[in-house]
């Protein structure tokens, strides 16, 4: 019994899969490191402004991470969009 998926396919589809690990233990560390980062950032402006100015300066940078987030969430939504109509033209050119 045949499931209908090729050879190809279904190597591409694993090295899709373990495309996704491999980012992730290379820029997954940086989540951590991001907050030592901001921590020792907080510090360094309490030293060379004030404690208010530190705040408020690193507050309004964490302020604006919901719009980040909104519009990465809305790129990965086109991304995903522009790569199933790529998946149906290469379907379509490989029928013909």
Do not use: H
């Not at 499931?3 to 980012?23: C, K, P, Q, Y």
């Not at 519009?71 to 379509?92: E, I, L, P």
């Amino acid at each position: 019994q045949s499931s209908g998926a090729g050879t190809g396919m279904m190597v591409n589809l694993i090295s899709n899969d373990v495309a996704r690990f491999e980012e992730f233990a290379v820029f997954g560390m940086w989540f951590f490191i991001s907050m030592i980062v901001v921590a020792a950032i907080l510090v360094e402006l309490v030293f060379v402004l004030d404690v208010p100015s530190a705040f408020t300066g690193v507050g309004c940078a964490i302020l604006i991470m919901p719009a980040m987030l909104y519009s990465a969430q809305k790129f990965a939504k086109y991304r995903g969009q522009t790569a199933a109509s790529t998946d149906s033209r290469v379907r379509y050119i490989s029928e013909v």
